[in-house]
């Protein structure tokens, strides 16, 4: 649908000049197909969540419940468990005992903090410390969609990376950030495949109701 001359006016104002700009460059500084790629990056944006969010959640209860068998339901308060997170260095970097920490003290149930933890908490639990305490013997349990043919090391690894790329992908959007220039065919891969390790059956439920690939036909 085209744009009203109105609307050629006043959207690149409220979006702002130098966000207007990234759109502006990608299309030869014709403003009225800027802004047609701009709201093509805010539909596939939108897309994009739906997978994310059933992807978040699948990763995070398949984790959740490795973690269990390891050490008990009350895990979040587990001295032997928050002493086995990475603690990296450096105050400005993301700490996962300390995100945990801060949960737990305020939240009563492991349900709660499970829902809170942020996405990084999560990645960070595929680091390779984890190997001889969860992933060795329970990957393959709460992941039973993992690929075959791969050492759990390899497959956590995989994971971690992938989690990487995809939470990175969601704080993009979460910022509004331009996304137009990904290639969303692999980025959907990977988040249907994340969803497909905790089961394939969700995954191809997502494949069903997801619109991504749809609209990559649909760029300006």
Request: net charge positive.
């Amino acid at each position: 649908m085209p744009f009203s001359p109105a609307e050629i006016q006043d959207l690149p104002v409220v979006i702002s000049a130098p966000r207007f700009a990234t759109y502006l460059q990608a299309m030869g500084n014709d403003r009225e197909k800027a802004l047609a790629l701009y709201e093509w990056n805010l539909d596939v944006s939108s897309a994009l969540i739906i997978p994310i969010q059933v992807c978040e959640v699948a990763v995070r209860n398949g984790i959740a419940e490795a973690i269990e068998h390891v050490h008990g339901a009350n895990w979040p308060w587990n001295n032997g468990f928050i002493r086995s997170l990475p603690r990296p260095k450096g105050r400005a970097r993301y700490n996962p005992a300390i995100d945990l920490q801060a949960r737990a003290s305020t939240l009563p149930t492991t349900g709660k903090i499970i829902a809170e933890l942020k996405f990084a908490f999560w990645e960070n639990i595929f680091t390779a410390g984890q190997d001889t305490r969860i992933w060795n013997t329970h990957l393959r349990t709460c992941f039973p969609g993992a690929p075959s043919g791969q050492t759990i090391s390899q497959l956590r690894a995989a994971a971690y990376a992938d989690l990487q790329i995809i939470r990175r992908l969601r704080n993009r959007i979460a910022h509004h950030e331009p996304i137009f220039t990904r290639n969303f065919a692999d980025d959907y891969q990977r988040i249907h495949d994340m969803i497909a390790w905790r089961s394939q059956v969700a995954a191809a439920w997502m494949d069903r109701k997801q619109t991504v690939l749809t609209l990559l036909a649909m760029k300006p």
